[in-house]
């Protein structure tokens, strides 16, 4: 059973840097692709990035590319959201999240695991 631990979420100022990890477990993820996703308050949850495990393929939105980039440690079966520029409307609680089958990938039903999501305040 695939196990996804987040965490590295925290309070930054606008303008700042944070980093989240997600810890995977459970299986080998040589065909997954492994996302990033986050849910504002009162909104709902939106893709934000994703890697192909096995080739480094990366995917991002429109909202953070350029400022957030996704990257994996094969060897520590991790996964990283390396977050620059922060910007208050990037505070939500951010997810990671795993998937053995996907199309586009940027949609949450194409998701089968999911990190218990690490909160992320950015203050103006």
């Known amino acids: 059973q695939v196990r996804l631990v987040d965490s590295g979420g925290g309070l930054m100022q606008a303008g700042g840097s944070l980093r989240l990890s997600c810890a995977a477990s459970?299986?080998?993820?040589?065909?997954?692709?492994m996302g990033w996703f986050r849910r504002a308050p009162g909104k709902e949850r939106e893709f934000v990035a994703a890697i192909t495990w096995s080739g480094g393929i990366t995917y991002y939105s429109n909202s953070v590319r350029g400022r957030f980039t996704i990257s994996r440690d094969n060897a520590k079966n991790t996964i990283y959201l390396h977050m620059n520029s922060l910007k208050p409307e990037d505070t939500a609680v951010y997810y990671c999240?795993?998937?053995?089958?996907?199309?586009?990938?940027?949609?949450?039903?194409?998701?089968?695991?999911w990190g218990q999501g690490t909160q992320v305040t950015v203050s103006s």
């Open positions: 999240a795993a998937s053995g089958a996907y199309k586009s990938g940027t949609n949450e039903y194409e998701y089968d695991a």
């Open positions: 459970g299986r080998t993820f040589g065909n997954y692709l």
